[in-house]
Nanobody, 119 residues
Framework: QVQLVESGGGLVQPGGSLRLPCTRS????????MGWYRQAPGKEREFDAS???????NYADSVKGRFTISGDNAKNTMYLQMNSLKPEDTGVYYC?????????????WGQGTQVTVSS
């Protein structure tokens, strides 16, 4: 059985930074790719970033140059480094396993962590 837990969210001012870890427990084998998605109030969940087993990354246009996705296999942890945050980045951020071909998610989600960007 696999469990995903996101953390690191909170309240931050515009222009600030946050780093979100997603830790996984249990045995995981043959993962194709993993990624991060956000869901703003009243909106659909949307793609932010993904990373393949080979280390290739992909980003939504809205976060290119500001967000960085990475993974640490030894710690069973994936990270989303978010810089230059904007109010429109506010939402619940979810990690996702076994995605993200054409930015489409799998059904393997964490519980989400709230990010609020406000002055």
């Amino acid at each position: 059985q696999v469990q995903l837990v996101e953390s690191g969210g909170g309240l931050v001012q515009p222009g600030g930074s946050l780093r979100l870890p997603c830790t996984r427990s249990g045995s995981i084998f043959s993962i194709n790719a993993m990624g991060w998605y956000r869901q703003a109030p009243g909106k659909e969940r949307e793609f932010d970033a993904s990373i393949t087993g080979g280390g290739s990354t992909n980003y939504a246009d809205s976060v290119k140059g500001r967000f960085t996705i990475s993974g640490d296999n030894a710690k069973n942890t994936m990270y989303l480094q978010m810089n230059s945050l904007k109010p429109e980045d506010t939402g619940v951020y979810y990690c996702n396993l076994d995605c993200c071909w054409r930015e489409r998610p799998s059904g393997y989600w964490g519980q989400g962590t709230q990010v609020t960007v406000s002055s």
